[in-house]
């Protein structure tokens, strides 16, 4: 199973598109980063024009590494699936718009072992594409900003968390994007197995990532307790509940604490549940093809 996992990293990142994806992901981060270094004090200024009217605000204080990476995941995380699924929904009809999966799958390996191999390497691929995000997006930031303790607006309300109390709530959003994504990642690697192009996974994947958010923000009374639970889309962004810290008798964040911790492991259980049927399905649905190309 190493063996072919190798195999297939390799196959990945030998293709020079694989790298656009990092070369997109800098390119926004860093527009956005110079977007903020050179106009950020207007946008917190418009942000916080109900505050600054009745107090002091420490703009250069608040302006720092922390919020700007929470800017940027709020604002790249939308966008990462398309670059997800361009390596994902290539895996298997990829092969067969090439011509080698016929070939391939007559190797002394059995299809479940090619499946799998594939998937990890798209997993693989997935977050490495976040680490790289993670290296631009806070520790770039932290070292143009520096770093303080951060602010987060929650319902109208600012909650402060303290600078020592927010790398490791980082470095969980990440592990938890890695999984929502992978989720994504596992719908494209589904819809490869149907197609002999990697232009319909691509398109289809997106296109439905983009319905169910919608629908994952409707508001329908009966919708939101049956149907909303459980899109995936719902949970993807789950990841912010790190961030929302419970609060003392005085209204103080409480410093290692997390609000609502069960909420957040629900969400994660619904994106694993995903990922296991998705590609179990996609491992089936492969057993049972048959592969002309």
Known sequence: MWKLLQIELFKIFKRPRTYISFAAIAAMILIIQLGLEFDGKSYLQLFMSGISDSFFVPYDLILNGYLVAFVILNTLLIHVPLLVALVAGDAV?????????????????????????????????????????????????????????????????????????????????????????????ALA???????????????????????????????????????????????????????????????????????????ILRSLGILLTYIVLLVTTAIAVFRKKDVLS
Do not use: C
């Open 93 to 185: 009809a990829g092969e067969a718009n090439m011509g080698t999966l016929r070939l391939l799958i007559t190797k002394p390996v059995s299809r479940t072992e090619f499946m799998i191999a594939k998937y990890l390497a798209s997993v693989v691929y997935t977050v490495m594409l976040l680490i790289w995000m993670a290296l631009l997006a806070l520790f770039l930031s932290m070292l143009f900003f520096g770093t303080n303790d951060m602010l987060i607006a929650r319902n109208d309300v600012m909650e402060q968390i303290s600078r020592n109390d927010v790398l490791w709530r980082y470095i969980a959003a990440f592990g938890y994007a890695a999984v929502a994504l992978s989720t994504v990642s």
């Open 189 to 263: 690697f589904l819809l490869s197995v149907f197609a002999d192009n990697a232009i319909g996974p691509i398109v289809s994947t997106i296109s439905i990532v983009i319905v169910l958010t919608i629908l994952s923000e409707m508001k329908i009374p009966l919708y939101d307790n049956t149907v909303k639970p459980y899109l995936f889309t719902s949970h993807m962004l789950a990841w912010k509940g790190f961030f929302y810290s419970k609060s003392n008798g005085e209204g103080q964040a409480i410093s290692g604490s997390i609000e609502n911790l069960p909420a």
